[in-house]
Structures are given as structure tokens and as C-alpha cells.
């Protein structure tokens, strides 16, 4: 990253989005499932973040929530200077354009009736005005951006490979001119030759167009390849957001350790290393246990771990971390950003 | 064979055809392997690459129609499985043979109970009684890592996590002591933590139990942490095979030259851009007669186009047991 940092185009500060829980014959309101509880990043322009953690941990939950596809429970998300959240629906209906999303499943998010100038167009037609042959010629030229033949135009999905499919996908994201796109998951559903096309595209877009990309995933190597800064995400929170090469190189948090540990390399010397076994499962985010959420797994928990929850705060420049093993670091330099400190009587046990 | 009789299980030209509307589909072309005693083979390919309807045909497991195996032997011990009545093939799938499936979920049976779905292999197979089964039952649960078994076995497949399911899966897989475990991508529907659980938990049992396991996977990163042997498929057939450090470390084939290439790594400088594979792997409607991966090659020549090419060893021992590629090409025929 450079110095001379640029603007953060979308800033999200203590996102909180509760899924409620009814149960009986009354269905009363009994608890909540709190899928993401109080989340602060910001995305700077032009910059991918990465949003890495297992399944179950929010990362889906807040692209969503980024674009207001939920009413959240908590919190502000602005975006290029507005809190979406507290939008009007036709104020967020003229916002639309500037944030869009890619799905996970290509096959499930395109309408199977629909024809792919029909697919790419939807949104033209929607929110642009524009002659029938000014869209025609717009929608070959977004075919032609993501590498789809133009004699394609009038074929249906199920015509298209898994790998084509995602194309489309990320074409009719495109038509609108977005700055911001939020990625969930775009090449879990291909096989391994097909992911590299379609990031290769996404980095190529990047580059032409300006973009700025949440690249929602679980697959650290490949988050490794195209973000500039990644968060960790576990039960609902940030566990550690780091530059890339800090966090690829010696991760902080112990949840961060021990996933990128549980990572097989490709490599027969490297794949039988010693690694870090987290045992036991991940808690249910209805029953989020006490205190830092990940200490009934944690390697290198201490009693505070069980009581009280760890704020995310700067440890190192441009690293923070939401352990308690580092919030008694007297900290070098300030570059702002949320610094929230516990004074501990207690040693750390290293 | 070359070196002694001690594989279990000795596969020669499988050929498993699908009938289907547009067509018949060849699915799995002329696939040979072995797998000796003790040995993790593992098994990788793209989706449609015939891996797991190779592993599928060898048990009888794919309905017929549209399924269709043409041709070939599969020697388990000195039965060839695919001449025996479904009867004897019962006895076997189980028993002799466990197999794992990808997804835990949708292999257990939503309305029995975990236990009764652990003892029924033991009842069938082993003709134990209900009390000796529910004992073996817990010492497998056990044996899978699983805590406070004994109560367990009352719990329903939902009360269980994905990563205990496959545990159980495994459990079951296991219970009637088997020469041989086929796993088809056990840990792909598995978060990484919990996939690491379970590929330490194999290793483990592997030390303890020196059964033989093919491993299905398209991860190749998995493979390299766990596999002795690495068999790699496309379009049907076998490509490339190879011990596991020499197939990482010298590749011949340029399908898996540019599979290992195309992957981002963790460690190591950071590529600006990923190598790419152009183009789709390919859906065999005939006998294929020429490279099924011609069209993505990098190093293609009139011969890929004419013939379909045989394995051939790269070193001195028979193809099958050292390293072998089917490929025409050779770094010295490009010059050619």
C-alpha cells in the first residue's frame, strides 16, 4: 500500500446484523442469532480487501449487509460519503448503481429464462435510460470486457459453462459502471483451471476500470493473490485485519495462525509440516460463548479470554488485532484508526 | 506382476460408458491402476475428469442405465468384481471394500439414529448380535475422535457437525475392518480447520489399522500433504502417475504442469498473475482419438490430433509402478 493513503470509499463501522430466533407455539422473540456483531473496516479506493473465515462466520452476511440487502440490526456502512443504512428506499434506489454484487453460484443467480443480453441488460434497463440500439451496442461492449463471444448474445444459461456463467455474472454487475463490488465467493463453485480465468479477469477489471472489490472468500491462497489487505473473520467478528505480506507472513491473532497452518500446500515437503489442529467445532453464533468468541478453541487462552471480549485495536501499524495477547503492547506510533487498550495485571503466557 | 502379489486390488482397462439422450458419454476410458497393501493412492482430476465414476464402477455402485461398465477386470484378492452376482458384490461393498462420500449430510439417513446406522454393517457383515454391535459401535466412535460415544449413538445425524458427520461416515466405513477405503473428496464440503481434524485422524488410523485408501480429490494440496501415489485423471483417463515428490517435483504431463502452476500459493514470491488453462475440459461423446486434452495444450502437435496417446514409463520400471505420463510429447520432440 502506498503512503499517501486514498480515501476510504466505504467505511463500515460497528456493523451488527441479528438474525431473530422465535420458537414455541407463540413464537416469541427467544434470542438471536448474531451472524455479525459490531464490525469497523474501512475499504480504501481502488484497494481489494479480502474477508477470509470459515463458513458460518458472517463473511456473506456482511457483503450483504454492505449493500443493504438486509436492514442491519446496528451500525453505519458509507458508502462513497453515504450511510446506506439510513438511506430512504428511493434514495437507495438511485445508489444502487455504484455498488453491485457477484454471486457464488453462477447457476443459481441467473435467471434460466432469461437470455444473456437479456441478463446483462436488466439493469440498463432499469436504471438507465437508453435507446433499445444504445443498450444493444453497451451490452456488447460489457460482453467483450469479460472475454464472451458476441453470438452468445441470445443463449440461455444452461448453455454456458460453469466458468462462462461467472462471466456473466460479473458483466451484469458491470453494466451499471459501479465503483464498488462485493465478490461472495466467486470461484468456489469452478474447478481449479477456471478459477484462475476469472480472477485474472476480475484483477484485469480492477486495473481498467477503477474498482474497488470486498473478495469474499475461503480459499486463503488464492485471497493471498488478489488482496491488498485481508480480515480474518470469526463468529461474527473481525479476528485480524492486516496488510497481506504481514499477515501471510507471521499472522497475529492465534485463530489466524492456526488457519492459514490448516492450509494444504501443494507441496509434498511443505504439506508435512507441523501444524496448529484446532480442536473441537466452531460455537453457534446464537450461543456465542463469553468473552473472546474464539476461546473454547484457542491454543493460547488465559483466564481474561473467558470474560472479557477483546476490542480490535491497532498492535502494529496498519495491524489490528482482537487478542487479549497483545492488548498490554505498548504500541510505536500512531496512524489513527480504533485503539482500544486493556491494562492487564496478568503476565502473558507465551 | 512386477513387484509381488501384494496388491489388494488390481483394476485393468475399465471402460464405463453413460447412455444418454444426446448420446453415449465416455465417461472412464481404459483405466488401469493398482493399489498394494498399507498405500494411500490419491486420486486427482477436475470435476467430469471420471474420478469418481472410475471408484463407483469398481463397486457396482452406478445405476444401470445409463451407466454402462464395458470392459475390464477388477481383482480384489482373486475375484474379479466385476463378474460376481450382486449377491457376492453385497457381501463385499462394506465389508471388504468402505467407501467414504463427499458430503456427510446426504450420506446418513436423516430418521435413524447414528448408532443403528453404525451396526448394521456389523450385523450384516460380521453376523454380530445387537449388544456386541453397540460395543463395537462406541469403540469406533471412539476411534474417530468422538467423545462420550456411548451416548451419542442415540443422537441423530442433524444433532452432529459437519465435521463429526464425516467422522461417523468414516466410522462406518471402517467398522467391518477393510482391505480397502475408497474416500471420494471426504473434506471438500469441510472447513479447513475441520478438514485438518480429519486428514490428521486418517494418518492416524492409516498407522494404527495399515488398511490400503484411495483418496478422490481435486485439491492438490491435500494430496501432497497425505498421499504416497498420486494418480491424475482428465477426460476419463489416466494421465500421469507418479510416487507423490516425484510427481511434485517433475511433472511430464502439461495438463499437470500447468494444474500445479495455476494454483496461488501461501508461501513463496507472489505471482502478478496466475497461469491460466484456456478453454473447457472436454465431454467424451465417442472413444476419443486423439489427446483428450489437446485442445488446452500447450505443447500440441499433429500426433495429439491423430492418436490418442498410451501411458509410457519415464524410468526403468513398468508402467503403473514408477512414474508414467500419456503424452506424445517429450522435451526432445518439441525440438523435432
Known amino acids: ?350 | 506382476m512386477p513387484d509381488g502379489g501384494d496388491a489388494v486390488l488390481d483394476v485393468r482397462g475399465l471402460k464405463t460408458v453413460f447412455r444418454t439422450r444426446g448420446g453415449e458419454v465416455h465417461a472412464v476410458n481404459s483405466v488401469s491402476f493398482h493399489l498394494k497393501k498399507g498405500e494411500l493412492l490419491g486420486v486427482v482430476g477436475e470435476s467430469g475428469s471420471g474420478k469418481s465414476v472410475t471408484m463407483m464402477s469398481l463397486i457396482g455402485l452406478l445405476p444401470s442405465p445409463p451407466a454402462d461398465v464395458r470392459a475390464g477386470t477388477v481383482m480384489l484378492g482373486n475375484r474379479d468384481l466385476l463378474k460376481i452376482s450382486p449377491d457376492e458384490l453385497r457381501d463385499v461393498r462394506g465389508a471388504k471394500i468402505g467407501f467414504v462420500f463427499q458430503d456427510p449430510m446426504t450420506s446418513l439417513n436423516p430418521v435413524f439414529t447414528v448408532g443403528s446406522q453404525i451396526m448394521e454393517p456389523l450385523i450384516r457383515h460380521l453376523g454380530l448380535t445387537k449388544d456386541q454391535a453397540r460395543s463395537r459401535a462406541i469403540d469406533l466412535l471412539e476411534l474417530v475422535g468422538i467423545s462420550d460415544a456411548a451416548n451419542r449413538l442415540q443422537s441423530f445425524p442433524h444433532q452432529y457437525s459437519g465435521g463429526m458427520r464425516q467422522r461417523v461416515m468414516i466410522a462406518i466405513a471402517l467398522s467391518c475392518d477393510p482391505d480397502v477405503l475408497i474416500a471420494d473428496e471426504p473434506t471438500t464440503a469441510l472447513d479447513v480447520t475441520i478438514q485438518a481434524q480429519i486428514l490428521e485422524l486418517v494418518k492416524g488410523l492409516r498407522q494404527k489399522l495399515g488398511m490400503a485408501i484411495i483418496w478422490i480429490t481435486h485439491d492438490l494440496g491435500v494430496i501432497a500433504g497425505i498421499a504416497d501415489r498420486v494418480m491424475v485423471m482428465y477426460g476419463g483417463q489416466v494421465v500421469e502417475q507418479a510416487p507423490v515428490k516425484e510427481l511434485f517435483a517433475h511433472p511430464q504431463h502439461p495438463y499437470t504442469r500447468a494444474l500445479l502452476k495455476t494454483i496461488p500459493s501461501l508461501t513463496g514470491t507472489r505471482a502478478a498473475r496466475l497461469q491460466v488453462i484456456e478453454g473447457q475440459p472436454p465431454i467424451m461423446m465417442a472413444e476419443p482419438a486423439s489427446c483428450p486434452f489437446c485442445d488446452r495444450c500447450a505443447h500440441v502437435f499433429d500426433r495429439c490430433r491423430r492418436e490418442n496417446p498410451v501411458r509410457r514409463g519415464i524410468d526403468t520400471r513398468p508402467v503403473g509402478y514408477g512414474h508414467d505420463v500419456a503424452c506424445h510429447w517429450t522435451p526432445e520432440a518439441a525440438v523435432a
Do not use: W
Not at chain 1, 446484523?17 to 422473540?29: E, K, N, S
Not at chain 1, 436488466?122 to 460489457?142: K, N, W
Not at chain 1, 480474518?232 to 492486516?242: C, K, N, T, W
Open chain 1, 1 to 350: 500500500m502506498l503512503d499517501a493513503t486514498p480515501a476510504p470509499l466505504v467505511k463500515v463501522r460497528g456493523l451488527k446484523m441479528y438474525f431473530p430466533v422465535y420458537t414455541g407455539i407463540l413464537r416469541r422473540h427467544t434470542g438471536d442469532v448474531k451472524a455479525v456483531d459490531g464490525v469497523s473496516f474501512d475499504i480504501l479506493q481502488g484497494e481489494t480487501l479480502g474477508l477470509v473465515g470459515e463458513s458460518g462466520c458472517g463473511k456473506s452476511t456482511v457483503g450483504r449487509a454492505l449493500l443493504r440487502l438486509y436492514d442491519l440490526t446496528g451500525g453505519s456502512v458509507e458508502i462513497d460519503g453515504e450511510d446506506i443504512a439510513k438511506l430512504s428506499p428511493e434514495a437507495l434506489r438511485k445508489k444502487r448503481p455504484t455498488m453491485q454484487m457477484v454471486f457464488q453460484d453462477p447457476q443459481a443467480s441467473l435467471n434460466p429464462r432469461m437470455t444473456l443480453a437479456q441478463i446483462v441488460g436488466e439493469p440498463l434497463v432499469e436504471h438507465a435510460d437508453l435507446s433499445a440500439t444504445d443498450r444493444d451496442a453497451r451490452i456488447h461492449q460489457l460482453m467483450d470486457q469479460v472475454g464472451l463471444n458476441r453470438r452468445f448474445a441470445n443463449r440461455f444459461p444452461h448453455e454456458f459453462s460453469g466458468g462462462q456463467r461467472q462471466r456473466i455474472g460479473i458483466a451484469r454487475a458491470l453494466a451499471l459502471n459501479p465503483k464498488f463490488i462485493v465478490c461472495d465467493e466467486p470461484i468456489t463453485a469452478l474447478d481449479v483451471s477456471i478459477q484462475a480465468q476469472v480472477v485474472n479477469l476480475l484483477e484485469d477489471l480492477q486495473d481498467r476500470l477503477g474498482l474497488t472489490y470486498l473478495f469474499i472468500s475461503h480459499d486463503l491462497s488464492m485471497v493471498r493473490h488478489i488482496a491488498d489487505r485481508v480480515a480474518v473473520m470469526y463468529l461474527g467478528r473481525i479476528a485480524e485485519l492486516s496488510p497481506r505480506d504481514a499477515l501471510y507472513d507471521r499472522p497475529l491473532h492465534p485463530y489466524a495462525e492456526a488457519l492459514l497452518s490448516a492450509v494444504n500446500e501443494p507441496d509434498p515437503n511443505l504439506a508435512r509440516r507441523e501444524r496448529i489442529i484446532l480442536q473441537g467445532d466452531v460455537p453457534s453464533p446464537a450461543k456465542p460463548p463469553k468473552g473472546c468468541n474464539f476461546n473454547t478453541r484457542c491454543p493460547r487462552v488465559m483466564d481474561i479470554c473467558r470474560s472479557v471480549k477483546p476490542e480490535l485495536a491497532q498492535v502494529e501499524p496498519g495491524r489490528l488485532v482482537a487478542c487479549h495477547l497483545y492488548s498490554n503492547i505498548p504500541h510505536a506510533g500512531s496512524t489513527g484508526g480504533p485503539e482500544v487498550y486493556e491494562h492487564l495485571q496478568q503476565g502473558v503466557n507465551t
